[in-house]
Nanobody, 121 residues
Framework: QVQLVESGGGMVQAGGSLRLSCAAS????????MAWYRQAPGKQRELVAG???????NYADSMEGRFTISRDNAKNTVYLQMNSLKPEDTAVYYC???????????????WGRGTQVTVSS
């Protein structure tokens, strides 16, 4: 079993920065893409940014230029640097990783429990 634990959330004023971390632990064998999602109250969960094992990244349009996703494959950790935060960035941020217990075949989604980010105006 794989566990994902997020950290780094908190409260910040508009224009401020936060850095989220997500570490995978447990019985890790093959981790693929990792990503950050977020869910604001009353809204659906949405993709923030994703990163492949080769460090290829993709971002939601509203986050590109302000957020940076990175990963440390040796530490099985993914990061999200968030700058120029806006009140509308307030949400619970979830870490996602695709993992398999085998060398080949499909990867399955694992999720962290989330970390709250609150941006005040």
């Amino acid at each position: 079993q794989v566990q994902l634990v997020e950290s780094g959330g908190g409260m910040v004023q508009a224009g401020g920065s936060l850095r989220l971390s997500c570490a995978a632990s447990g019985r890790i064998f093959r981790i693929g893409n990792m990503a950050w999602y977020r869910q604001a109250p009353g809204k659906q969960r949405e993709l923030v940014a994703g990163i492949s094992t080769a460090h290829t990244t993709n971002y939601a349009d509203s986050m590109e230029g302000r957020f940076t996703i990175s990963r440390d494959n040796a530490k099985n950790t993914v990061y999200l640097q968030m700058n120029s935060l806006k009140p509308e960035d307030t949400a619970v941020y979830y870490c996602n990783a695709k993992h398999s217990d085998y060398l080949t075949g499909p990867l399955y989604d694992y999720w962290g429990r989330g970390t709250q980010v609150t941006v005040s105006s």
